[in-house]
Structures are given as structure tokens and as C-alpha cells.
């Protein structure tokens, strides 16, 4: 099924944009800095992504793309990295209206140990490859940049609350739902052990894309620069 992919980035996108429209979270005012910063983070995701494919550290299933790339990049992909921020920025902005009241300082304490450590279990559980030092490196350097922007106290309960539609989706793309993957990881390049049909990596990289896309989208907010 050539669409599956594209389906999927469709299915993400749609959900935000129609509740945008309800009149307490009032998401489509924060439309354009959402899409804006998705757009400058997706820069180097889309570098990195670029570079690994090039070398075939993954790659996609051509029986579920439509065949039209950007660079060497399927379409899908790069529409992956607008909408998927799109949608985690959504529920970050319901968090902030629906947990407004509640004390978060605890699960922020625990969410800040808890990404290095699990950054240090992957080190431990087996052979490591290049996705695996990659996402290492990349979500330190972007949790030592929330930890700077420290008045962001609903990142960790929407990061957390995201997981949910992060593994629906990855599990579809990594061929927890069809007969092959969509994207398929050289397992040379990563760890062996997968959650579900995830690898473990996948957490990592999610914390580092959706949180990067939180921190710069505050910053545009705040200063309303659109």
C-alpha cells in the first residue's frame, strides 16, 4: 500500500488541526510559530536523516512510499518532521491549559534523571552502533537546553502524554502492523533489543525532535516574532 505512509502523516496532522478549532486551547492561534519552528528544527533532523539513509544506517520500504523524493528522502519523511511537531506542540499547549493547577515539580525531577539514565542503559544492553551514540549525543545536548529554559514545566507531562500516539505510529512505520517495516534500521547501527518492533533509540530521537520543538517554540511565543 504506496499511501500507508503518507496516511500516517495525514492521520497526525488532521487531529490538531480540527481541535485547533475548540475554544479553550485555541491552537490555531499558535499555528504559525508551531509550523515555524517545526520548520527550523527539521533542518538538522533532516541533515541527519539525509546522511544516515545515504549510508544505510535505515531506509524506507518502497511498497508503502509514493516514490517521490526530496533529495534522497521520501516526501513522507520530510513531511514527518513537520507534522509530528505539529501534533506534539498541540498537546503541549493542552497540558499547559488542563494541568495549569496541578505541581509538576516532582515528574520534572524524575523526567530530568530519567532521560540520561535511560541514555545510559542503552550504552549497556548490548552493541552500540552510530543511531546509537547519535541519539545519545543529541538528546544531552538538548536536555541540557531545557534545563536552561527551566520555567517549561509542562514539557515532561506532554512529552509523556505524547509516547502514547509515538508508539502507534513508530510501531506502524517499524512493521508492528504490516508485513514488512516502512523503515527499516541496519541492526548493526543500533541495539538489538526493540520495544515492540521500536528500537530503543526511537525514545531518544523523539525526546530530542519534540522537545527541541517545544523550547523553540516558547521562544517564538514569548517574543511573538510572527
Known amino acids: 500500500m504506496k499511501w500507508l505512509y503518507l496516511l500516517l502523516d495525514i492521520g497526525t496532522f488532521l487531529g490538531p488541526f480540527f481541535l485547533s478549532f475548540e475554544n479553550n486551547v ?3 492561534f499558535a499555528w504559525k510559530n ?34 517521490i523524493y526530496i533529495f534522497n528522502l521520501p516526501i513522507e519523511e520530510v513531511l514527518f518532521f513537520i507534522v509530528v511537531p505539529f501534533a506534539c506542540t498541540f498537546i503541549y499547549e493542552v497540558t499547559k491549559y488542563y494541568f495549569s493547577k496541578v505541581n509538576l515539580q516532582w515528574l520534572n525531577r524524575l523526567f530530568y534523571m530519567a532521560i540520561p ?12 552502533g552510530y543511531y546509537t551514540v547519535s541519539v545519545i549525543i543529541s538528546s544531552t545536548l538538548v536536555l541540557f ?32 502492523m504490516t508485513e514488512a517495516p516502512v523503515v527499516w534500521y541496519n541492526e548493526l547501527q543500533k541495539v538489538e533489543p526493540r520495544l515492540w ?4 533509540e526511537d525514545v531518544l530521537y523523539s525526546f530530542t525532535l519534540l522537545v527541541a520543538n517545544i523550547i523553540l517554540f516558547e521562544k517564538l511565543q514569548q517574543r511573538k516574532l510572527v
Open 34 to 67: 508551531s509550523l515555524l519552528s517545526a520548520v527550523i528544527i527539521a533542518i538538522p533532523f533532516l541533515v541527519w536523516d539525509f546522511y544516515f539513509t545515504s549510508n544505510g544506517f535505515w531506509g524506507f520500504n518502497h511498497e508503502y512510499i509514493l516514490g
Open 26 to 28: 485555541r491552537y490555531r
Open 197 to 200: 518492533t521500536i528500537p530503543m
Open 117 to 128: 539514565s535511560y541514555a545510559l542503559l542503552l550504552t549497556f544492553i548490548g552493541d552500540i
Open 145 to 176: 537546553w531545557l534545563l536552561k529554559n527551566s520555567n517549561l514545566k509542562f514539557v515532561a507531562i506532554s512529552f509523556i502524554l505524547s509516547l502514547i500516539p509515538f508508539f502507534l505510529m513508530n510501531g506502524v512505520l517499524t512493521g508492528g
